[in-house]
């Protein structure tokens, strides 16, 4: 799943899920070097994850 797919799924800006990967709230894998911002896949396991732990909150 994308950055942007999870920060419109959990209602987020997409820095904020840039964050939560950044702190290691969220599994991902960087795709390619990337400019300003790099691009990710997020684990849809650890997204689950971090919803069933937040009780649907951040």
């Given at each position: 799943?994308?950055v942007?797919?999870?920060?419109?799924?959990?209602?987020?800006?997409e820095?904020?899920?840039?964050?939560?990967?950044?702190?290691?709230?969220?599994?991902?894998?960087?795709?390619g070097?990337?400019?300003?911002?790099?691009?990710?896949?997020?684990?849809?396991?650890s997204?689950?994850?971090?919803?069933?732990?937040?009780?649907g909150?951040?």
């Amino acid at each position: 799943m994308s950055v942007r797919e999870a920060a419109i799924l959990l209602k987020k800006s997409e820095v904020t899920i840039r964050r939560l990967i950044n702190d290691d709230f969220l599994k991902a894998v960087k795709i390619g070097k990337g400019g300003r911002t790099s691009h990710y896949r997020i684990y849809k396991e650890s997204l689950d994850e971090l919803v069933r732990k937040s009780k649907g909150g951040l």
